[in-house]
């Protein structure tokens, strides 16, 4: 009883502490029990964006009266700067509120925006009127417009706050010390993501169907319930988590090193490291963290200038440690990874643009029964359904295969994984080319080209292999990008390296806009038919498709040199050589105050 009950009260060796500030226990914070109560509002926030996202376009030209071209433009915006504001939530929660406080106020802001969405689409003052067969389509006001695309963007403001930092914080539940955890956590990105594809599955099909046969106020009603409800057991979950201590500003870590190089410029960096200037590290011990030692890397040995303390420092508070400019080589190394990935999430935007334009123009029917038709955004279903299955087979089946050939407990790395999905996402770009050229062989054998509202005579299955492969493609990559900006992202730096994944999404989906508005401009001069048009009978989307392919190519022709140049820092437990087990005994003695700095030094004396 007494062995128990010194095992919940032992401290993490993470440094790790609660919301008061207190060291962490680990048998009573933190683990499987903490994140059941974070990965219910994740599901939550997720039906929100596959509701919202899927048929926004659908809702931008039948109920606002948009073109096709300004909601196609609108919906891309909105996606876009979603997922680049999480670099702002980011930075306010390493510098300023901490990851809990930041989710906490920005999930507040999201909820408040699906509110007033609700609000649009419900309140008959706040929508547009109904078209009528005598006077056409009038355009909603421009209040109506302002209310609903205020809710739309304080979603994007609060996606800002907690996509950044949610899993993160989830990740922060895990103390890489503990063996055990190390495990969990392991398996945790595979988990995180299950939760994220099963959420935005419902979304796109349950939420979708109640919009097109119920009403949008039902659907956009529900989606508000749940978020709010999920936001409370948050809360509930508070006594159980567990915090990483701030350690300031890590822009302002960054632009110190920076300003520090060019100030030591023409000095000569020193062959020994020892010579960089580096605190004791009890310092770090005090503040739960550990020193990271230098790194011979050639491209960006100019950075160790940073930590040259010369004669003319009159104190040591402008001299940058070791620890410091290797931080920030750690996230210039992230650099490359995350160019690399721009493309790969510019195919994700097909999903909702071109794969489901094609999908419209198909036969939707379920077997032979003409009543029921399957709405053309839920096709992007199969997507996340295939997304769902890969999670599960990789961790449970691959996973542990792998693990015996390579030894990884991850059973392969998180690039190995991201080249994987690349390499996949090739096949589906040479598969939507080859049914692109079946489905105008049919519209040419129909003479269908000229009817742009002409419904194919050809099922809708045919395009399951390009969804399905694609979910398989975004399962590996978007789980292996997670993982690998915040595993290899400094500590103190966590949520900005975490940001660097959602930022390529956003990115991505600026580049999807950008190239569609290019191509489709360039193949329409001097009066060429174009690739892209309205009437997607008479296009040449196989083109298109052939153009993608080859820049996918390219790119993982990039991205190979890429990993093949990159190397892994080291992990926590990994720091203190082949003395680990020892030292991180030696950590575990810690039962009072003085004796966790104690002893948390002498665990990272091995580290020096």
């Known amino acids: 009883m007494k062995s128990k009950e010194m095992g919940e009260n032992e401290i993490t060796l993470d440094g790790s502490v609660d919301l008061k500030g207190r060291p962490a226990a680990s048998g009573k914070s933190g683990g499987l029990k903490a994140c059941s109560f974070i990965v219910g509002y994740e599901f939550c926030e997720r039906l929100a964006f596959g509701g919202i996202w899927a048929n926004l376009v659908i809702y931008l030209t039948t109920k606002l009266h948009e073109s096709t071209v300004s909601a196609s433009r609108n919906v891309n915006n909105w996606v876009g700067t979603m997922w680049i504001m999480p670099i702002l939530g980011a930075y306010i929660a390493d510098s300023h509120w901490g990851r809990y406080w930041t989710f906490i106020v920005f999930s507040a802001v999201y909820v408040v925006g699906m509110a007033i969405l609700t609000l649009a689409v419900s309140l008959p003052s706040l929508r547009s009127p109904a078209c009528s067969s005598n006077q056409g389509c009038e355009n909603s006001s421009n209040l109506q417009t302002a209310i609903f695309y205020s809710g739309l963007y304080l979603l994007a403001i609060g996606a800002g706050g907690t996509k950044s930092n949610i899993s993160t914080f989830g990740a922060d539940q895990f103390d890489d010390f503990n063996p055990k955890e190390k495990r969990q956590k392991n398996s945790f990105f595979n988990w995180w993501m299950f939760t994220i594809f099963l959420g935005t599955l419902l979304g796109k099909t349950f939420l979708i169907y109640i919009e097109d046969k119920i009403s949008w106020g039902v659907s956009y009603g529900t989606i508000t319930a749940a978020l709010i409800i999920s936001f409370i057991l948050f809360l509930f979950g508070t006594p159980f988590y567990r915090h990483k201590v701030r350690d300031g500003s890590p822009l302002q870590r960054m632009g110190k090193v920076i300003v520090r190089v060019l100030q030591n410029w023409k000095l000569q960096a020193p062959s020994d490291p020892s010579q960089l200037f580096e605190v004791d590290s009890s310092e770090y011990a005090a503040k739960g963290r550990y020193p990271i030692a230098h790194t011979q890397t050639r491209a960006l040995r100019c950075l160790d200038k940073a930590a040259i303390k010369t004669s003319e420092d009159p104190s040591s508070s402008k001299v940058c440690t070791v620890t410091e400019v290797e931080e920030t080589k750690l996230m210039i190394r992230l650099l490359p990874v995350w160019l690399a990935n721009i493309i790969p999430s510019t195919m994700v935007t097909l999903v909702g643009t071109l794969f489901v334009k094609q999908a419209a123009t198909l036969d939707r029917h379920v077997g032979n029964s003409r009543s029921f038709e399957i709405p053309a955004a839920s096709t992007s279903a199969f997507l996340t359904l295939s997304m769902l299955i890969t999670t599960v087979v ?142 997607l009978n008479a296009s040449r989307l196989d083109y298109y498709y052939a153009f993608l392919a080859v820049l996918n190519f390219l790119n993982f022709i990039f991205f190979s040199f890429v990993s093949y140049c990159y190397r892994y820092k080291r992990e926590p437990a990994e720091a203190f050589g082949k003395d680990a087990e020892k030292a991180i005994q030696i950590v575990a003695l810690r039962k009072h105050d003085d004796e966790e700095v104690i002893g948390i030094s002498t665990a990272l004396n091995y580290y020096k």
Do not use: C
């Open 394 to 535: 990789y961790d449970r089946i691959l996973v542990p295969i792998f693990r015996r050939f390579t030894g990884n407990p991850k059973g392969i790395t998180s690039l190995q994984r991201m080249g994987a999905g690349m390499v996949i996402q090739i096949l589906v770009m040479i598969i939507a080319i080859g049914t692109e050229i079946k489905r105008l062989d049919v519209i040419r054998d129909h003479g269908l080209q000229n009817n742009g509202k002409a419904i194919v005579p050809r099922s809708i299955y045919t395009l399951i292999p390009q969804f399905a492969l694609m979910g398989t493609a975004d399962a590996l990559l978007d789980i292996g990008k997670i993982e690998f900006f915040y595993d290899q992202a400094p500590e103190s730096m966590q949520s900005l390296g975490t940001s660097l994944y959602t930022s390529s999404l956003g990115v991505g989906s600026f580049m999807g806009s950008f190239l569609l508005t290019i191509v489709s401009n360039i193949t329409g001069r001097r009066g060429h038919k174009g690739w892209i048009l309205s009437n």
